[in-house]
C-alpha cells in the first residue's frame, strides 16, 4: 500500500538473514549482534537486484522498519540512501543525522511511549 501511495519501490529487509526466534534472550543477541555494514551492504544487493542502486535511473525508493528494523533503516538511508524516503514505526532516531536526507521521513511514535521523549519527535 505504501509503494503505491507513494509512487516507489519500498523495502523492509531481513536483517537476521531467515534466522528466527520466540526466545527474547536470542533475539536480543540478534538485534545487538547483526553490524549495521552488514544491513547496508544487503540493503545494497537487494536495490542492485531491483534496479533502484542509483538515484539516476529516476526509480524512487522508501526503505522502513520496525522498531529494531526502523533504526537499520533510518541508520541505512543517513549513511548510504539519501536520496531514499524513510518510514520508520519506532526505531531510534538519529535526528542529527536527518539533516543528510534528500526525501521524505515519516516517523510513527506513541504519544505516551517513554522510551521516546516528546522534545524529540
Known sequence: M???DLGCTV????????VVTDFIPRAI????STPQDRVNGDLDAVCSYLGVESKTRNMKLAVMGFCYGGG?????TTQRRPDAATVIFYGSPVINELQKLNAPVCGIFGDRDAQFSKNLL
Do not use: E, H
Open 2 to 4: 505504501l509503494a503505491k
Open 11 to 18: 523495502i523492509c529487509p531481513d536483517t537476521f538473514r531467515g
Open 29 to 32: 543477541w540478534l538485534a545487538l
Open 72 to 76: 537499520k533503516a533510518i541508520r541505512y
